[in-house]
């Protein structure tokens, strides 16, 4: 039962557009959301954060929007660069439960 | 300040062997998380633990288990080990308040 999704695999984008990751979930009940960024040999590194009862946040370049009614989530790159590059988690929490449930990751490739 | 260290990075072990992974957290962060990462199944909690005490686990076997020291250092066994259970383990340290996770480098443990 996969309740957090990142239905693809990959994604190219041109640097300096914007690069969108979308990620979908099936339980209503978890409190936030996270995106993390992992380079290969790395843990992952947390990026950005949204609780569930808002619709956007934003960090520099980095936007994470929330669609609690179509339980969707994207993250938003803009402009991105060469050192984004890399696999993009989502994944979504509860309070009082450390448990962080993922999804399968999506694979960014900027090109120069 | 130091990181979360994860000994050993690389491990290669025969199929029913068992093998100890270790973790170390952040000083003062006293919940440590156990995940695995496969290709193509993102990354499964695994257990997390905080102040000694086992307080989340997830849908894995028995021959998989935990335990966290004093010091929050914890480990991680798992016994009559399997092919499928090659995979990076990843432990994510933090104060046990939610969102602030910070993930070590993984040991990558390979079955033959």
């Known amino acids: 039962d996969q309740q957090v999704k990142q239905n693809s695999p990959s994604l190219s984008v041109q640097e300096g557009r914007i690069s969108i990751l979308n990620c979908d979930y099936t339980?209503?009940?978890?409190?936030?959301f996270l995106w993390y960024k992992k380079y290969p040999a790395e843990g992952p590194t947390f990026l950005i954060s949204?609780?569930?009862?808002?619709d956007k946040n934003e960090d520099g370049r980095f936007t994470v929007f929330l669609n609690k009614s179509a339980k969707h989530l994207s993250l938003h790159i803009v402009p991105s660069q060469p050192g984004d590059s890399a696999v993009y988690f989502c994944?979504?929490?509860?309070?009082?439960?450390?448990?962080?449930?993922f999804g399968t990751g999506t694979r960014l490739t900027i090109i120069p | 300040k130091a990181g979360v260290t994860q000994t050993p990075r690389y491990l290669i072990k025969t199929r029913g062997q068992q093998v100890t992974l270790s973790c170390s957290p952040i000083?003062?962060?006293?919940?440590v998380s156990w995940y695995q990462q496969t290709p193509g199944q993102g990354l499964q909690f695994l257990f997390e633990?905080?102040?000694?005490?086992?307080?989340n686990k997830g849908n894995f076997p028995g021959r998989f288990s935990g335990r966290q020291f004093s010091n929050s250092r914890s480990e991680m066994n798992v016994s009559t080990l399997e092919l499928g259970d090659s995979a990076l383990y990843l432990c994510?340290?933090?104060?046990?308040?939610?969102?602030?996770?910070?993930f070590g480098s993984g040991t990558r443990l390979t079955v033959v």
């Open positions: 994944a979504a929490g509860s309070f009082g439960n450390e448990k962080l449930t």
């Open positions: 339980n209503s009940m978890f409190d936030y």
């Open positions: 949204i609780s569930s009862i808002k």
């Open positions: 000083s003062g962060h006293r919940s």
């Open positions: 633990y905080f102040s000694e005490t086992q307080r």
């Open positions: 994510a340290t933090g104060t046990g308040s939610n969102y602030g996770y910070t």
